[in-house]
């Protein structure tokens, strides 16, 4: 027992030294340590933790870009998940499968998977796992031409990410709706619903935010980056818009 212990110890400290790795940027080194971590998990016969390296192995794939390799992994995960009745799992690795087949250019599978994955978090009650789906439900609706059905998506990610106060679902679902404008010509739109962003990122210090907002400027014909979003958002203050 007490091997047995250690061992699920070593492998969740590999899979958290993983999760570090990737987030510092270090994907090549997050892959071995997950793979060590499914080692581990496959001679302990934990079919969970198993479904959760694959996972965790299919996210470092898709940051390298192999997106079939990612699609897998995730195609295990969800194997195993389905196996043991894992909703929480399950819901993980259908999302994961739709943002890869959304990024790959497939919206239609993408759809479906990210449908499926909404029922499962609805029913787990994973809120902020609700918002991203949604999210990327809006942007395949809109890829398929579907603006109407995308709008909805996003306001409902965005009233649910306001709910439960996460600002990084309330910004990405504000950007997504001012990318949805400027793609069916509504330039104008656009513009002030990135404004009214740019002030909502300024007072809640999202960063990354602004320095999304700061590239995406000279694209739109806002010039001086930043500062330029700060005179439109108080030329729209001024009049009320």
């Not at 892959?31 to 996210?59: H, K, M, P, T, W």
């Not at 993408?110 to 902020?128: P, W």
């Not at 031409?145 to 504000?174: K, T, V, W």
């Not at 404004?195 to 300024?202: E, G, I, R």
Request: hydrophobic content about 35%; glycine content about 12%.
């Amino acid at each position: 027992m007490h091997e047995i212990g250690d061992r699920h110890g070593e492998g969740n400290a590999l899979c958290g030294l993983g999760l570090l790795s990737a987030a510092s940027g270090k994907v090549q080194q997050a892959i071995a340590f997950f793979e060590e971590y499914l080692v581990i998990e496959r001679s302990l016969d934990n079919r969970r933790g198993e479904g959760i390296a694959l996972g965790n192995l299919g996210n470092a794939y898709k940051d390298l870009g192999d997106l079939q390799q990612a699609i897998r992994f995730y195609e295990q995960y969800l194997e195993i998940s389905l196996e043991i009745g894992d909703r929480v799992g399950e819901g993980n690795a259908r999302g994961n499968l739709g943002a890869v087949y959304l990024q790959s250019g497939n919206a239609r599978d993408a759809i479906s998977y990210l449908n499926d994955s909404l029922t499962c978090k609805h029913e787990v009650g994973d809120r902020h796992g609700e918002v991203s789906v949604l999210n990327n439900l809006g942007t395949a609706s809109a890829t398929l031409g579907n603006p109407d059905e995308a709008f909805r998506h996003y306001q409902s990610s965005f009233q649910i990410a306001r709910e439960i106060g996460d600002l990084d679902g309330q910004c990405m679902s504000m950007f997504n709706v001012g990318q949805l404008y400027m793609q069916n010509g509504q330039k104008q739109n656009a513009l002030r619903t990135w404004a009214n962003l740019y002030l909502f990122a300024k007072n809640s210090n999202q960063t990354q935010v602004l320095q999304r907002l700061d590239v995406l400027a000279p694209k739109v014909g806002i010039s001086d980056g930043l500062k330029g979003w700060e005179r439109l958002a108080q030329d729209m203050q001024k009049q009320g818009t």
